[in-house]
């Protein structure tokens, strides 16, 4: 079978699940649970290492039936979830969401346990499992699709990143791996790799961190499909969990690709030590932190920065507001310019996202050694946004949208990039602005635009309505996001 066949067909027992309320998240968690036992099993009858317990083995669940395989099945679940390595990794905090034993067996002794898993190369299983998750972001009410960013820009950011073999990529806010797999998948294509450049590949370049406990077991799962990380590992562990803005990430990492949660209010303060904010329990000092600030992703961006080498390099993937958001928003961007060479912006259209009414932009800078004068120079944008329209389904954003991107970005060398805008070229979606430009615009605000949709200077004549209507409602939906954390926040205050 291929990986489309495959994801048919565990996609088709869901639907068997969802009769008895469960969310296409608990299905695709307890599948991670069976497949991980399973595949462990076939590893034992190749004669390799043992990595489950006896007792608590495949062996020991597929020989049960009915009420007598749920129990035993519970009890696996929770005797795992106090293990280390990758084992503790995709058992921490496991639970049986499959309360009919009837079902259960139908998933162990027909859809999980006639199938040779190894047998299937590392591209078809990674695939099916990225299918999966693909198939689970879309599930809007289950709230996974922000923890999905659309494959096709992963795929065009890490190509103009470029990481090179015996580098580090960090994702801090990881999710389910995307921008790792994609990373690994840019270098294991490469044929000069040697022996121990594709060891470092699989076991130490990659490195994410996610926070909530069964996004981390999709993103371990995930990665070890496809060849990143060892199912028997105890260290060098691909994905921790843990709370990535508590401190900085050590060792520094080479490379940041990310995209942080959606979301902008935190209801923690991280703070500066120059910072009064009193005996409040719920704030967090970060000395390397330039601002003080509850905005999730402006303390992100200031994480990010941490988390670098010295001529380190990443891509962000930001909401607006962090281009324009006035008081610590001006001040981290001001210091990110100086410290920073941040050369290119790139303004992502709506509706690619499955999370309804964003709208984000890819920031790429490179953190430089302490100087006087501002590193950056001069920033790059490109317009994706200005007269396009996607939907995650009918509209898909796809690899080709980006192509011109790519190309403009000149990764081999930005020396030689080129503006396809000008006074003659009025449409063109790429040009740059210098330091002096933007410092001076008002709260050094970065969010930057000169195309005009078209019909703006005839009343939107000519214009399809249904791209009005697209939006109007992404703009309200968008608007609607901001007042529920203005609300938030103010409850807090109050309290």
């Given at each position: ?65 009915g009420e007598a395989l749920e ?76 923890y999905f960013t659309p494959r ?344």
């Amino acid at each position: 079978m291929n990986a489309p066949q495959i994801v048919q067909k565990l996609w088709n027992y869901c639907d068997l699940l969802r009769d008895d309320g469960l969310s296409y998240g608990d299905y695709v968690e307890q599948l991670t649970f069976l497949l991980f036992l399973k595949m462990a099993h076939e590893r034992v009858e190749l004669g390799e290492s043992r990595v489950v317990p006896k007792g608590y083995d495949w062996t020991a669940l597929a020989k049960e039936q009915g009420e007598a395989l749920e129990s035993r099945y519970r009890d696996i679940l929770t005797h795992l979830a106090n293990k280390q390595g990758m084992l503790g990794l995709i058992f921490r905090k496991s639970q049986n969401k499959i309360q009919d034993p009837a079902k259960l067996t139908m998933l162990v002794k027909e859809l999980i346990g006639p199938q040779q898993w190894l047998e299937l190369g590392a591209d078809v299983k990674g695939d099916a499992y990225e299918g999966l998750l693909e198939k689970n972001a879309q599930d809007v009410k289950g709230g996974a699709g922000q923890y999905f960013t659309p494959r096709p820009l992963i795929q065009a950011i890490v190509a103009v990143i470029n990481p090179r073999p015996g580098e580090v990529i960090l994702d801090p806010a990881c999710g389910t791996g995307g921008f790792l797999l994609a990373a690994y998948e840019h270098l294991a294509g490469r044929r000069d790799l040697d022996k121990d450049q594709r060891r470092h590949l699989s076991r130490k370049a990659l490195r994410g961190v996610e926070l909530v406990d069964s996004v981390v077991r999709l993103c371990a799962m995930n990665l070890m499909l496809h060849g990143v990380g060892a199912m028997d590992s105890d260290n060098d562990l691909p994905v921790e969990r843990a709370d990535s803005l508590s401190k900085a990430y050590r060792p520094a990492a080479n490379i940041v690709l990310t995209n942080p949660p959606f979301g902008r209010s935190s209801s923690v303060t991280f703070t500066t030590e120059d910072d009064e904010t009193g005996n409040d329990a719920l704030t967090v000092v970060r000395d390397d932190f330039w601002a003080e600030t509850r905005n999730k992703q402006l303390n992100f961006l200031q994480h990010i920065v941490t988390c670098l080498e010295i001529h380190g390099r990443a891509a962000v993937v930001l909401p607006d507001n962090v281009l324009f958001e006035g008081g610590a928003g001006e001040k981290i961007r001001r210091k990110l310019l100086a410290t920073c060479d941040l050369h290119t912006i790139l303004r992502l259209p709506t509706g690619i996202f499955y999370a309804q009414g964003v709208k984000a932009n890819v920031l790429f800078f490179e953190r430089k050694p302490a100087a006087e004068k501002p590193w950056t120079k001069r920033v790059w944008f490109y317009d994706l946004r200005t007269g396009s329209t996607f939907t995650p389904k009918q509209n898909p954003l796809r690899r080709n949208h980006l192509d011109e991107f790519v190309a403009c970005y000149k990764a081999d060398d930005r020396a030689e990039r080129k503006a396809t805008w000008s006074e003659a070229k009025p449409t063109g979606k790429w040009r740059s602005y210098t330091y002096a430009e933007l410092a001076a615009r008002d709260k050094c605000n970065l969010d930057v635009t000169w195309l005009t949709e078209e019909g703006d200077n005839d009343d939107a004549a000519g214009i399809d309505p249904s791209t009005i209507a697209r939006s109007i409602i992404d703009d309200v939906q968008s608007a609607l996001a901001g007042f529920a954390e203005l609300e938030a926040g103010l409850k807090h205050v109050r309290k």
